[in-house]
């Protein structure tokens, strides 16, 4: 590869007609917002240039427009059925014991009455531990910061599933 030329994932998504390229990005980030700016954006050079697109439309997002692409996501230590994205991305709580997933259950219920919906961390790599230490620090803030904290860890989630949506074969 020349550092002129695309690479090959990156091309693909950048060849895909409007419609199936709008599907990909909806299965990385539920908000439409989100989706419709980084495909008006479309060709990215490099995939660099789609990460910065994504900060960037990320950036913007309203607060409506974050409580859809929140909606998109199961609560930590319950992946939605069949969905092998979520299964992956919440490894770390596939060994929890039973008490420490009691506990997830319980913090989750929590933080969704607090806030208002499912509390959201980038969980790829963390421990089942890591992830409830991090809802029971959390639950505390104010909602304005919190809101916050879940635009960076969306797009943590948004930037590691963009980069499998155009990794190379």
Known sequence: MTPTSTPPGL???????EHAALAALL?????TAWAERLLAARPYATPEDLGAA????????????LEEAMAGHPPIGRPA???????REQRGMAGASGELRAQMLELNLAYQERFGHVFLICATGRTAEQMRDAVRERIG???????EIVRTELGMINRIRLDRLVEED
């Open 11 to 17: 091309a693909r998504f950048n060849e895909l007609d």
């Open 54 to 65: 994504s900060d960037a439309a990320m950036a913007a997002l309203t607060t409506a427009d």
């Open 141 to 147: 803030n104010p909602p304005e910061q919190e809101r």
């Open 81 to 87: 059925p069949g969905d092998p994205t979520s299964a």
């Open 27 to 31: 299965e990385a980030c539920a908000s």
